[in-house]
């Protein structure tokens, strides 16, 4: 299913989706198509998130594009000062 089509059936809600397949431009990974699992109450949306399995992801369907910015720098290090 096109995201269009699942903000239309889940209008302004949080949504848990399945991806099924997306394209990776720069820093964005944008998804192309998705299975829509289930509304999420917004009270269980940063749960949710978190809890999600890999290849799913919690996505508010008030945004026009489903885009997850990806984070390619290493983690940061800092020194301990003696």
Known sequence: MKWQQVRELFPDQFVLLSILDYREEDDKKIITEVAPVRAVPEKDANREFFSTE?????????????????RRDPLMRVRRRS
């Open 54 to 70: 890999p290849g799913s992801i919690v996505y508010h369907t008030s945004n026009m594009e489903c885009i997850i910015h990806l």
